[in-house]
Structures are given as structure tokens and as C-alpha cells.
């Protein structure tokens, strides 16, 4: 039985103030060390984010055409 069913039958629903209580209290025990600073993401140079769009896409693209060609081959073989 998935998660959601059990807790639903067991009358435990979200948002639930007491299952909440005891997620924050469990982050505060084990988490608490947690460090404020937030790394800053920044976008990849335009040249790699070029590149990490366009492979896929190519190889996208070969395969389709790959496939087209080998049906087609197949035909004329059959």
C-alpha cells in the first residue's frame, strides 16, 4: 500500500499541525548546524551552455534519422 494510503486511512492528513511540529523539531535537533551563506549559482559560459543544448539535440535528431533510414532500408530488403 503507497504511503498516501496508509496515512489517509490512519487519519493523518497534510498540512497536519503536529506532523509539521515534528518535522521542524527534527530539522532544528539534526540540522541545526546548517550554515546561513547560500552559494551563488551563475550561469555557464555561453559557449558551454551552447554546447550542452545542442548535443542533445543532435544526437536527437541522428537517431531519428537513423531509424527512418533503417526502416526505409528494411523495406527494400523485405
Known amino acids: 500500500m503507497k504511503p498516501q ?8 492528513y497534510w498540512p ?20 546561513v551563506d547560500h552559494e551563488v549559482w551563475v550561469d ?4 558551454t551552455l551552447t554546447a550542452l543544448i545542442l548535443v542533445p539535440v543532435f544526437l536527437t ?11 526505409k532500408r528494411s523495406d527494400l530488403l523485405a
Not at 5 to 12: K, L, P, Q
Not at 28 to 34: D, L, P, R, T, V
Not at 44 to 47: I, K, Q, S, T, V
Not at 61 to 71: E, F, G, H, K, T
Request: with cysteine.
Open 5 to 12: 494510503g496508509r496515512a489517509h486511512r490512519i487519519n493523518c
Open 16 to 35: 497536519n499541525p503536529l506532523v509539521e511540529g515534528y518535522i521542524i523539531r527534527v530539522h532544528k535537533q539534526f540540522f541545526s548546524n546548517c550554515t
Open 44 to 47: 555557464p559560459p555561453d559557449g
Open 61 to 71: 535528431l541522428a537517431m531519428i534519422a537513423l531509424v527512418v533510414w533503417c526502416s
